[in-house]
C-alpha cells in the first residue's frame, strides 16, 4: 500500500502557492513541496492543519493506494 | 529560505568547513596550535546563543526553519552520524589494532566523523528536505 495525496490539485483549486500554504499551516515552503511529491509524510497534526487551511476533509488530501496506478477517491 | 535557515545553512557548513580545514592541515603535516582546535568547541555556546535570540526576536521564521520534516531531517542526520562515527570508531580500531594505523591519526579520523551530521544537514538544505 501506498500513501497517495492530492495537496497540489486542492492547493491550486484553493489559489493558493506553496508559500501561502507553508505560511497558513506554519511549514516551510519546502516542506508543502516534499509533501506534494511524496518525500516527506506529514504527522496527523499537520495533515490536519493542512485539511483545515484547505477547508477539505483530510481524507481528500490523503488516501491510501494499493498500487501506484489506483485513482483518486 | 528564511533568514533563520539561512544562518543555521551557515552554521552547518562554517563547522564542517572548520573540521575539514583541521583535517587537511593535520593531513598535509602542518603545525596546528593547540588553540585553532579548541575554536571549535568554544563556537558551540555562541552558536546556541544565536539560536535562542533569533528564537526570542523571529519567533515566526523559527518556527518554519525548523519544521516538522526539519526536525524529523536532524533526527535521521543524528541517527546517521552516530551509526557513521561508530562504525569509523570500528574501524579505525581494527586498523590500530594491526598497526596499519597510528593511534594519533585514529583520533582525527573519529573526530571528523563527528561532522557527518552537519554534513548531511547540508545536503537536505540543498535537496529541500530542511529548512
Not at chain 2, 533526527?75 to 557513521?84: E, I
Amino acid at each position: 500500500m501506498r500513501l497517495k495525496n492530492a495537496l497540489k490539485n486542492l492547493r491550486k483549486d484553493a489559489n493558493l502557492t506553496q508559500q501561502q500554504l507553508g505560511d497558513l499551516v506554519e511549514v516551510s515552503r519546502k516542506t508543502i513541496n516534499t509533501v506534494e511529491n511524496r518525500v516527506f509524510y506529514p504527522s496527523t497534526f499537520l495533515s490536519l492543519k493542512l485539511a483545515k487551511a484547505l477547508n477539505v476533509k483530510v481524507e481528500d488530501i490523503f488516501w491510501l493506494a494499493d498500487s501506484a496506478e489506483s485513482p483518486e477517491p | 529560505m528564511n533568514k533563520v535557515s539561512a544562518i543555521s545553512l551557515i552554521m552547518y557548513a562554517g563547522l564542517a568547513l572548520y573540521v575539514a580545514t583541521l583535517f587537511f592541515l593535520f593531513f598535509t603535516g602542518q603545525n596546528i596550535p593547540q588553540q585553532v582546535a579548541w575554536i571549535g568547541i568554544a563556537a558551540a555556546p555562541y552558536i546556541f546563543m544565536i539560536h535562542t535570540a533569533f528564537w526570542f526576536f523571529f519567533p515566526k521564521e523559527s518556527r518554519l526553519a525548523f519544521d516538522e520534516q526539519t526536525t524529523e531531517t536532524e533526527r535521521r542526520s543524528q541517527a546517521f552520524g552516530y551509526f557513521a562515527a561508530l562504525a569509523t570508531f570500528l574501524i579505525c580500531l581494527a586498523l590500530v589494532l594491526i598497526g596499519t594505523l597510528k593511534p594519533s591519526t585514529a583520533y582525527w579520523f573519529m573526530g571528523f566523523s563527528l561532522v557527518i551530521p552537519s554534513i548531511y544537514m547540508i545536503f537536505a538544505h540543498f535537496s529541500g528536505r530542511a529548512g
